[in-house]
Structure formats: structure tokens, C-alpha cells
């Protein structure tokens, strides 16, 4: 019995650390992001993508604080932390919204529902995950996710622009050994305000999820053990 209980705690385990792995390998997760006092315009990302051989992409979100719940609201995006609707359909009118499940499931939104941000009702039209929020934690210094009062959204870019100033950040996946030359040049140019990493799988959310997932197998361990010890009691 202790046996067949290890086997498929373990066996769950080693499922969801692949479908993870998956998961960020497919949706494009980020190596590092940074913020910066000065933006970078379009046609330099385009040569940073190129000079470093990495990918950049500029992240584009507003937070929007209602009674009982903070959206924030993220502008498309396709290169880096990509958005993968799981269930429904994505956001395509401007009274259309897709919202991250996780919040959805723990609060019962269906598909069709309607929700309000600033004044306006939107018709929820799909549920999304994120890499970088497969955990859910409104911020890096948070001790634990929040599904109950915080949830990510998306709608249409015309929409997006209508909601208010959008602060920003850029997201950039590296393909070489080159994230400290990277980061010093755009310190020089662009003068970096905070970095949330400098190197390859150091994503601080990403560990977040990823710690999780050490403590659920460490869990796995503690209910063997303890079951081989009920077993021989």
C-alpha cells in the first residue's frame, strides 16, 4: 500500500513538473524583465532583438481597482509570455473580455458573464493562463497567490487604450550567454529603474510556481514516509 501511494503521488508529481516545463517552453516565458526611466522605442527593440540575439518585447498593463477585486489589464501580446486561452474564445469586440481562470474557477465567473471595470460592463468570453502568473501572485514580495480578490485580463488593444495610462515593462528571452552585456547597455541607454532577473530561468514568479511545486513533492516524501510508519504500526 505504501508503495502504490508513493507511485502515484509521484507519478502526479513528475506530471505536472512536465506540464509545466511544457507549458513555458510553448507559451514563450520570460527570462528576466526590467523597467526602465526611459522607454525604448519600437525601431531599437527591433535592433536589440538583433544585435543580442534575444527576444524583447514591451509589456504593456494598467491595474484597475473596483470594490471587490483588482484587473489588471494587460495589452496583447505574441513574442514572449504568451496568453493561452483555455477554454471560450479570446476577446475580439471592445465589450469583450477574456479573464485568467484561476480567478474564474474560484469565483464561479462563467462564460457570458458580464464584468465591470470603470463604469463599463464587459462579456466575458474565455478563460486565459499566462507563464509568468501560472501562480498567481498580484506581486514578486507576496508570500502567497491570491485567486480571490486579483485576476488578469485582456480585451481588444482599441479597448486597451481607452482604459487609461498603461505603465509598462519589457519581458526578453535570451538565446545566448550574453543577459549581463544586454543589461549594461540598456543601463547606459535606457537607464534601468528595476530588473526582475539577469539570467536564464531566474524569473521570480516563475520560482514562486516553480517552489510550490518543490513543497507539493516534498509533501509526496512526508506521505510516504508516513504511511510506510502507519503501515509497520
Request: charged share 30%; glycine share 6%; hydrophobic share 35%.
Amino acid at each position: 500500500v505504501a508503495i502504490l501511494m508513493y507511485l502515484v503521488y509521484s507519478m502526479g508529481g513528475r506530471v505536472i513538473l512536465n506540464f509545466v516545463d511544457d507549458f513555458f517552453d510553448t507559451q514563450k516565458v520570460e527570462d528576466a524583465d526590467f523597467l526602465t526611466y526611459i522607454n525604448i522605442p519600437d525601431e531599437d527593440i527591433e535592433k536589440l532583438k538583433n544585435d543580442y540575439n534575444l527576444t524583447l518585447e514591451r509589456q504593456e498593463c494598467i491595474n484597475i481597482e473596483e470594490d471587490d477585486f483588482t484587473a489588471r489589464v494587460f495589452k496583447k501580446n505574441s513574442e514572449v509570455n504568451i496568453y493561452d486561452v483555455v477554454e471560450g474564445k479570446d476577446a475580439l469586440a471592445d465589450d469583450e473580455i477574456i479573464i485568467s481562470k484561476g480567478y474564474a474557477d474560484n469565483k464561479s465567473v462563467d462564460i457570458g458573464d458580464k464584468i465591470k471595470l470603470k463604469g463599463k460592463e464587459y462579456k466575458v468570453t474565455g478563460y486565459f493562463e499566462r507563464p509568468d502568473y501560472l501562480c498567481m501572485f498580484q506581486n514578486t514580495t507576496d508570500a502567497t497567490k491570491n485567486i480571490s480578490t486579483f485576476f488578469l485580463a485582456y480585451t481588444t488593444d482599441s479597448e486597451f487604450e481607452k482604459l487609461g495610462k498603461a505603465g509598462c515593462d519589457y519581458a526578453v528571452r535570451y538565446k545566448e550567454d550574453n543577459s549581463l552585456e544586454f543589461r549594461k547597455y540598456i543601463n547606459d541607454q535606457n537607464k534601468i529603474v528595476s530588473i526582475g532577473n539577469c539570467g536564464k530561468g531566474e524569473d521570480e514568479l516563475v520560482k514562486k510556481f516553480e517552489n510550490e511545486n518543490k513543497i507539493y513533492l516534498f509533501k509526496i516524501l512526508l506521505l510516504y514516509f508516513l504511511s510506510i510508519f502507519l503501515t509497520w504500526t
